[in-house]
């Protein structure tokens, strides 16, 4: 099994500012046939199911507005929110599409500071 | 659009067993990897597992034992079993489908149903 751990577990961010959040793979998580990372960030507020924000590591999904972005390749991940909203609070997870089980990483939450 | 709406009972005794069962509209049932994910009350999201209408079912090694999904293509339904619950198996349930079929490849989950909430206590 691929453990997913994120880094910090919360963060508090001024408005405007730049919000980022780490997720390291126990394995590399790079297809190298296709060279893809099998990398997923998803957003989730309370009360809600996640939404998916980013695949391939760095591919927005659909509607999703361009202050977030990701980054990263093999086993070192980063989720950029470049210009903190207050929306945007939230806890935020990465996960593993590259093998089975899918793991998740523990989730970091973002607070306005 | 494709919808996910998934229902089931939420308050459990120690050793049953729970159903739950996820509803698809608006798409396509076939070729997909339909999936369920469980989240901890501290906030962990575990995967479960996934199922199409014609692939092997693929199971989380640590609740393999306890859990079995089954679909039925004829009401574009997919199902949960899981037995001999405990309360470590207290939490909100959901029902989840990747971004693009099994055939295009592994991928995120971009439509999630709305969550079932399941209390296991004597």
């Known amino acids: 099994e691929t453990v997913m751990t994120q880094s910090p577990n919360s963060l508090a961010v001024s408005l405007g500012e730049r919000a980022t959040i780490n997720c390291k793979a126990s394995?590399?998580?790079?297809?190298?046939?296709?060279?893809?990372?099998?990398l997923a960030w998803y957003q989730q507020k309370p009360g809600q199911p996640p939404k998916l924000l980013i695949y391939?590591?760095?591919t927005r999904e659909s509607g999703v507005p361009d202050r977030f972005s990701g980054s990263g390749s093999g086993t070192d991940f980063t989720l950029t929110i470049s210009s903190l909203q207050a929306e945007d609070v939230a806890v935020y997870f990465c996960?593993?599409?590259?093998?089975?089980?899918?793991?998740f990483g523990q989730g970091t939450k973002v607070e306005i500071k | 659009q494709v919808q996910l709406q998934q229902w089931g009972a939420g308050l459990l005794k120690p050793s049953e067993t729970l159903s739950l069962t996820c509803a698809v509209s608006?798409?396509?049932?076939?070729?997909?990897?339909w999936t369920w994910i469980r989240q901890s009350p501290g906030g962990g999201l575990e995967w479960i597992g996934e199922?199409?209408?014609?692939?092997?079912?693929n199971y989380n090694p640590s609740l393999k034992d306890r859990v079995t999904l089954s679909v039925d293509t004829s009401k574009n339904h997919f199902f949960l079993r899981m037995t001999s619950l405990t309360a470590a198996d207290t939490g909100v349930y959901f029902c989840?489908?990747?971004?693009?079929?099994?055939?295009?490849?592994?991928?995120?989950?971009?439509?999630w149903g709305q969550g079932t909430m399941v209390a296991v206590s004597s």
């Open positions: 989840a489908r990747p971004r693009r079929n099994y055939g295009s490849g592994n991928d995120g989950y971009n439509v």
């Open positions: 391939w590591a760095s």
């Open positions: 394995q590399s998580i790079l297809y190298t046939s296709n060279d893809k990372n099998y």
């Open positions: 199922i199409s209408h014609s692939e092997r079912p």
């Open positions: 608006g798409g396509s049932f076939n070729g997909y990897y």
């Open positions: 996960q593993q599409y590259y093998s089975t089980p899918r793991t």
